[in-house]
């Protein structure tokens, strides 16, 4: 059994306070926040990264985007603005090798990122 952070969360196996779920999507609450609203959207089978992702993974990749609009919508983000990052592996920031996206916002967001 994948022993993943996130698959455990996907699983249940360790707590999380999700925000919103599907069939194929989970997001959650990010339990070291970088912004006032951080929230971690993953598709719930393992993908380590959009790098690993197959060609034919087209549909999940776009049902974890639409979750994290979801997520946006859902916590009244929407109006304000919000940003989206994915990291991609050890050099661009990526820890827990889970696909994932980052939904911030509740403060000003600068570019590029420090």
Known sequence: MNSCLFCRIVRREIPAEIVHETADVLAFRDVRPVAPTHVLVVPKR??????????TDGELLGQVMIGARDVARSLGLAAGGYRLVVNNGEEAGQTVFHLHVHVLAGRSLAWPPG
């Not at 393992?46 to 060609?55: C, F, S």
């Open 46 to 55: 393992h993908v380590a990264a959009v790098r690993e992702a197959e060609d």
